[in-house]
């Protein structure tokens, strides 16, 4: 926590078993807030004449989760507690990653007929800063601030793959989307990743996936160039992104090499992943029927009377996407991270495997998407299985291009990319928003 004169600010860069005198409380994830949560209440309450005419921010902006306690929101806490202290609630404000909060909260207040003073919400895109040079500010072991390299061309060469698609992180909807492709036949011609070790004894692949095809899974894990005596965690915080993983120190030189270089070179577009998307996400708030939405507030009961299940007739075998564990506290996520900004600061395309309206939403922070070049309305569709159909019908489409097709395609998007390149170059501040577009919700 740190205070200035209008502001005292409970921020999540240190742990909260970090701290001695409770003075920065750090929510990790929704799990952690039914711990950090007393220690926000008894600092307001010891302090109360330090802080009663000052605003109270919750800051979680490298996350997109919800923070919910025993079935019970930060809406609530944060209401509960104003009721009972007397204090005004648009003193509070929470400050979070997910783009969705907004839609939340107002699914939140109607589930409660509540019609009062609201608490303030912002959704902070702090992830691009990752990727914003002018935002660069962690010295090296040398004392110096090492320079982000970047693609400042477009490479017009012919490529060897249509699209390149990296997923580290063994989520499900990673797991059900890169099946997908290899049952469509993408993963050749392609360059495509999944490292996730099925026979890892640390590791339970039917813990999240259900039952997946055996010739798929003897696949796995699908790895590019990563040191056979390295996991992908510390190949990515050594190699691919040492700015994020707090890593610059151990750099001896000026510069941060663009290990992703070569996939844009060697690709036309970037199929993005991103870390929480309407594939797992948005199948969580629907009914079996698969059409009818769940109250969020009363998930957890439906979720365990109901598992939203589905027999896939075409591969007589469960689909993946229907066997996820059904937790309330990851409804109506919104997440844009790294992943995105670091193709838009090295003028490469993107299709997204994303929450519903996340190429609207990056349009209302400046950005440029695609619509123009290629079909973009799987953006819209909001049933995960639907959805992720839309998104391989489309790659389907676009892997059939020639090389010509798509050095002409490429050129006519020139002005597109180089827009969002410009953006991440002059950003000296990460993207935020307070309201959210209505088309959105």
Same mark, same amino acid.
């Given at each position: 926590?740190? %205070? ?62 919800? $923070? ?51 608490i303030q919400l912002e959704c902070d895109f702090e992830l691009a800063k990752w990727y914003a040079p002018l935002m660069m500010d962690t010295p090296n072991k040398y004392g110096i601030v090492p320079e982000l ?7 017009? %060469? ?10 580290? *992180? ?81 750099? %001896? ?5 663009n290990w992703f270089e070569k996939f844009y070179k060697n690709s036309w577009l970037t199929v993005t992943t991103e870390s929480y998307t309407s594939l797992h996400v948005v199948a969580q708030c629907f009914a ?45 996520? *919104? ?20 929450? $519903?309206? &996340? ?33 391989? %019908? ?31 170059? &002059?950003?000296?501040? &990460? ?11």
């Amino acid at each position: 926590m740190y %205070e200035t004169h209008t502001e005292i600010v409970f921020d999540d860069f240190v742990n909260l078993e970090q701290t001695s005198n409770l003075n920065r409380i750090y929510p990790s994830s929704t799990y952690d807030f039914g711990d950090f949560w007393p220690h926000i209440e008894n600092y307001l309450e010891i302090n109360k004449q330090l802080t009663n005419n000052k605003q109270i921010i919750i800051k979680h902006p490298l996350e997109c989760h919800i $923070p919910i306690h025993k079935h019970k929101y930060i809406f609530d806490y944060i209401h509960e507690y104003c009721d009972n202290s007397g204090w005004n609630k648009n003193k509070f404000k929470f400050i979070t990653g997910n783009w969705r909060i907004f839609e939340s909260y107002s699914v939140w207040k109607t589930n409660n007929n509540y019609l009062g003073e609201e608490i303030q919400l912002e959704c902070d895109f702090e992830l691009a800063k990752w990727y914003a040079p002018l935002m660069m500010d962690t010295p090296n072991k040398y004392g110096i601030v090492p320079e982000l390299d970047y693609c400042d061309r477009l490479f017009t %060469e012919d490529k060897p793959w249509t699209f390149n698609c990296l997923n580290r *992180g063994p989520q499900v909807h990673r797991v059900n989307f890169v099946q997908e492709l290899w049952r469509q036949g993408l993963l050749q011609d392609n360059c495509v990743t999944f490292n996730y070790d099925p026979n890892s004894q640390s590791q339970q692949i039917e813990s999240f996936t259900g039952h997946l095809h055996p010739e798929f899974l003897e696949l796995l894990p699908i790895e590019y160039d990563k040191p056979q005596d390295q996991s992908a965690l510390q190949f990515a915080s050594a190699t691919v992104m040492p700015q994020a993983y707090h890593q610059i120190d151990d750099f %001896e030189h000026s510069r941060i090499p663009n290990w992703f270089e070569k996939f844009y070179k060697n690709s036309w577009l970037t199929v993005t992943t991103e870390s929480y998307t309407s594939l797992h996400v948005v199948a969580q708030c629907f009914a079996p029927d698969c059409k009818s939405l769940i109250d969020p507030v009363n998930m957890m009961c439906l979720a365990n009377n109901h598992p939203w299940e589905q027999y896939d007739h075409h591969n007589k075998t469960q689909n993946p996407l229907h066997t996820i564990q059904k937790n309330f506290n990851q409804h109506r996520l *919104g997440f844009v991270t790294e992943k995105t900004f670091r193709n838009f600061l090295n003028l490469h395309p993107t299709i997204w495997v994303a929450s $519903p309206g &996340t190429t609207l939403i990056l349009k209302q922070l400046g950005f440029e998407t695609f619509s123009d070049y290629w079909d973009e309305s799987y953006d819209l569709v909001t049933n995960p299985i639907d959805r992720q159909q839309s998104i391989t %019908e489309l790659l389907k489409q676009l892997s059939s291009y020639s090389q010509t097709e798509w050095r002409k395609l490429q050129k006519s998007m020139t002005g597109t990319l180089m827009h969002n390149q410009n953006i991440m170059l &002059t950003m000296t501040d &990460t993207p935020k928003i307070s309201n959210i577009d209505h088309q959105l919700t």
